[in-house]
Nanobody, 120 residues
Framework: QVQLVESGGGLVQPGGSLRLSCVAS????????MGWYRQAPGKQRDLVAS???????DYADSVKDRFTISRDKIPNTVYLHMNSLKPEDTAVYYC??????????????WGQGAQVTVSS
């Protein structure tokens, strides 16, 4: 069973920066994409940013030009660089991996979540 381990959350003032990291606990046959989602209290979990195996990226409109997603393939690690943070960015951030096994079965994994709080 693959585990995604997140780190880097915390408390930051408005306008500040944080970097989230997510590393897979073991090798994965094929990663189709990795991404970050976030969930604020009382709201649904929404996609923040994603990156495919080919390096294509996608961002929610609310974070474009402020957040950057990147990835290291060895080991399987995905980062979310967050700049110009706003109070509305406060949420639990979850790492996600969209993978396939050797039987070409699609498998999805989630991290445990990292709290990001933006407040003065």
């Amino acid at each position: 069973q693959v585990q995604l381990v997140e780190s880097g959350g915390g408390l930051v003032q408005p306008g500040g920066s944080l970097r989230l990291s997510c590393v897979a606990s073991r090798s994965i046959f094929r990663i189709n994409a990795m991404g970050w989602y976030r969930q604020a209290p009382g709201k649904q979990r929404d996609l923040v940013a994603s990156i495919t195996s080919g390096g294509s990226t996608d961002y929610a409109d609310s974070v474009k030009d402020r957040f950057t997603i990147s990835r290291d393939k060895i080991p399987n690690t995905v980062y979310l660089h967050m700049n110009s943070l706003k109070p509305e960015d406060t949420a639990v951030y979850y790492c996600n991996a969209d993978t396939s096994n050797w039987r070409n079965e699609r498998l999805y994994y989630w991290g445990q979540g990292a709290q990001v709080t933006v407040s003065s």
